[in-house]
């Protein structure tokens, strides 16, 4: 379903060619040709999971995580270092079965087996030096695929069976973490989902929680990160129509979604608020922060009921000029007629909106 962006790391290349054999690694065994570029490695995965599952193909010399500079977490990229070039060239001939379209899904997993990590399909490629990578720059034949429906973000932050993370979870959580992981992989199916990169969907929201505490836990949560409240662009809490509570209000129904200015704010947000129990420490609760999943039809008729309801305002403030005007020349003809017919003072001023029409009769209409 995803193919994990990496960043540049100490001229690290994160560029998808063709045909493997991609990014930098430091090591010196890399001209060897005895260590592999892993990407799409699942978020809370440790150096000891990783290497577990190359172990079948042979001694392994050394794994080694890619962790962000900026962030200082994962970026889903890693090495993995043999001791044998042969053990390697196996491992990486299993990895990439399938064809270029299967090995880019975020959800090919299933489509076409490989070498899996908590259900995951890690992409594996042989290792280039610095140098190479920086070449690889200029190459036109090495592209980085477009993903115009950002499905690498689908599941960013998610916590999966087989992870240290998830083992550490109740029962409850587990069940959480899994349906939504059913969830997000149905949707991807469906063409006219894509992941939103500036909107956050956040799940297991306390009922009580509205969208100013729920901005502030945010902000609070994301002090260190440098995010202040000119980075929201906007907050919801979804609401049950049909119960309201004691206040008056519509009840909670426990998500809602927080967007951002920028896919760095959310992504900050989404790493310090994820599965964090500090956040609700006082309720117990974890909250459950993915990218949110957009429909493409739903933004489309969003968008038109919206420019819709611009043109009937248009139009309708257009009517009201002109009608407000005929009123107001109806209502001065009328005004003087009957200040005629009562014998008013014709320089007496019309009356003010909201003022009663009727006035005293001048001096000399009552003589």
């Known amino acids: 379903e995803e193919e994990e962006e990496e960043e540049d790391h100490d001229g690290d290349v994160s560029m998808t060619p063709k045909k493997p054999e991609i990014t930098a690694t430091s090591s010196s065994d890399v001209h ?9 490695i699942p978020t809370g995965t440790t150096e000891e999971e990783l ?26 990229s890693g090495f993995v270092n043999f001791f044998n070039q042969k053990d ?8 990439n ?9 975020f959800t090919s997993a299933t489509l076409r087996g490989g070498i899996t990590l ?9 290792a280039v030096d610095r140098d190479a990578a920086k070449n690889l720059k200029t190459n036109s034949a090495y592209e980085r695929i477009e993903d115009k429906r950002n499905t690498y973000l689908a599941r960013e932050g998610m916590v999966y069976p087989g992870t240290k993370a998830f083992d550490s979870l109740s029962a409850y959580y587990q069940r959480r973490w899994t349906a939504l992981d059913g969830e997000i992989k149905a949707k991807l199916q469906n063409p006219n989902y894509h992941v939103s990169k500036t909107r956050l969907s956040v799940m297991n929201i306390p009922t009580s929680v509205d969208e100013k505490q729920l901005q502030n836990l945010f902000l609070k949560a994301t002090l260190d990160q440098g995010i202040t409240q000119r980075d929201f662009k906007q907050v919801k809490v979804v609401r049950d129509r049909s119960h309201t509570t004691q206040s008056g209000k519509q009840r909670s129904r426990g998500f809602g979604f927080v967007e951002f200015h920028t896919h760095e704010a959310a992504l900050a ?16 609760k974890r909250l459950l922060v993915s990218f949110a999943m957009d429909d493409v039809r739903s933004i489309h008729r969003r968008q038109q009921s919206i420019a819709a309801g611009s043109r009937l305002k248009q139009s309708g403030a257009i009517t009201g000029v002109g009608a407000g005007s005929s009123s107001s020349s109806s209502s001065s003809s009328s005004s003087t007629s009957q200040s005629k017919k009562r014998g ?20 000399k209409a009552k003589k």
């Open 118 to 126: 908590a259900g995951r399909s890690l992409l594996v490629n042989l």
């Open 269 to 284: 947000a989404l790493h310090a608020t994820n599965n964090n129990p500090a956040v609700f420490a006082k309720e117990n």
């Open 97 to 105: 079965t399938g064809d270029d379209i299967n090995r880019n899904m």
């Open 88 to 95: 390697a060239q196996e491992a990486m001939k299993d990895a």
């Open 51 to 76: 290497a577990a599952v190359f172990l079948k193909y042979g001694k392994i010399k050394h794994c080694k995580l890619v962790i962000s500079r900026d962030t200082g977490r994962m970026t889903g």
């Open 32 to 40: 060897k040709g005895g260590t592999l570029f892993v990407r799409n």
């Open 344 to 363: 008013l003072d014709a320089e007496a001023p019309a009356p003010h909106d909201g003022e009663s029409s009727t006035r005293p009769a001048s001096k």
